[in-house]
């Protein structure tokens, strides 16, 4: 059994090559079990059972980019555009507060409203109101100076997927205007400054092969992020991929399980996509080695028009109800929501 002989691999080294990661991944089906409970088993080690919310606020869908997969792309003219103003996004965190939250995420496309000097506001002004919460920021792509000055102004974390590690993939995923290379270069900046950083990508998502995913992981292993975000891709019926299949949940539960056996205090969420394409799929997610839970905080009002991919659960809910919902989640599975900061714990040596 060559693939059992690769989990106990990568469990005592840390690593694999790219060969060894794609015979791994496509002989998943015979190590599936004990990939996840090995990987439960080290999450456990340094999390416990504990699974840390972030309250998500999708503070703006506004996008000057068109990533070919995403539902709020520049270019499609039927998303009902929408921003939060800075004391909408003050009342989330109020919101979200009361509820227990000690950790907030503001993510948003890449939206030229949100300047610098309006962004270090929001944040210098959470930072003051909150100041023992931590704050993640997901705005994209900026520079050394401007991941500096919002680091300054009270930002603790940074969530940027790389989205594919592979440059002809990347290419078949993204228009011209973007690059691969300077968005790695964002996530070695954000380091350099402090930030505990995420990055992530899509599973399944268009024209992705085994290698390319054995790539992804490789990156990941070199990037050493603190935080890894996965989901599975979702077609958008208003994107030129709206015919292209899903990603698996029993992928993404994999490739979580190999993520964490990799990087074992990793902090790894069971992302909404996943909830997505499966009633349970959440609960998966933290069974496979998953241990961060991201609800959303946004106005009900503004959640359905935050649409990447179609048919996004939760956009409906007010946060409080998400919250009661999520807890029972957890409880159902052996697990409970810690409503602290959830920061990332080092390895033990
Ligand atoms: N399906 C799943 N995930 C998507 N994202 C964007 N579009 C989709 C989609 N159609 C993911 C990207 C991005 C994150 C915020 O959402 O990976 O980085
Ligand atoms: Fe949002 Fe269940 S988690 S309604």
Redesign the pocket.
């Known amino acids: 059994m060559y693939a059992k002989k690769l989990l106990e691999k990568l469990r005592e080294e840390k690593r694999l090559s790219k060969e060894e990661f794609v015979y791994l991944l496509e002989h998943r089906e015979e190590v599936r079990e004990d990939a996840a409970a090995i990987a439960r088993d080290l999450g456990n080690r340094y999390y416990g059972r504990s699974i840390y919310p972030r309250g998500l606020i999708e503070f703006t869908n506004y996008c000057k980019n068109n ?1 070919y ?3 709020i792309r520049a270019a499609n003219r039927n998303v009902k555009r929408y921003r939060l103003s800075k004391e909408e996004i003050l009342k989330a965190c109020e919101n979200g507060y009361a509820l227990g939250y000690r950790s907030f995420v503001l ?1 948003g496309g890449e939206d030229p409203y949100f300047h610098i000097e309006r962004m270090e506001d929001i944040v210098a002004s959470i930072h003051k109101r909150y100041s023992e919460c931590a704050i993640t920021l ?1 705005i994209g792509e900026l520079d050394y100076d401007r991941y500096q000055r919002l680091f300054d102004a009270g930002a603790d974390r940074y969530l ?2 790389h ?1 594919t590690a592979n440059e002809e993939h990347y290419r078949l995923l993204h228009p011209d205007s973007m690059s691969l290379e300077y968005r790695k270069q964002c996530l070695r900046d954000m380091k350099k400054i402090g930030y505990a950083v995420g990055t ?3 599973v399944g ?1 268009p024209y992705q092969t085994m290698e390319h995913l054995a790539e992804d992981l490789l990156f990941i292993k070199e990037l050493d992020p603190h935080m890894v ?1 996965i ?6 019926h208003d ?1 030129q ?1 709206r015919d292209k299949p ?2 698996t949940v029993e992928l993404t539960t994999f490739l979580l399980s190999l993520i964490r056996i990799m990087k074992p205090n990793v902090l790894l969420p069971a992302t909404t ?1 996943l909830g997505t394409i499966d009633p349970k799929g959440r609960e998966k997610g933290i069974l496979a080695g998953a241990n961060v839970m991201m609800p959303n905080l946004s106005p009900v009002m503004v959640r359905k028009d935050y649409a ?2 179609d048919n996004k659960i939760c956009t409906g809910e007010e946060a409080a109800e998400c919250c009661i919902c999520q807890s029972k989640r957890m409880e159902m599975i052996g697990y409970q929501l810690d409503f602290c900061r959830g920061d990332y714990k080092e390895l033990e040596s």
């Open positions: 990533c997969y995403c539902g993510q997901s940027l997927r989205e992530g990508f899509m998502s975000g989901g599975p891709f979702i077609p958008h994107t991929f899903a990603g996509a990447l991919y």
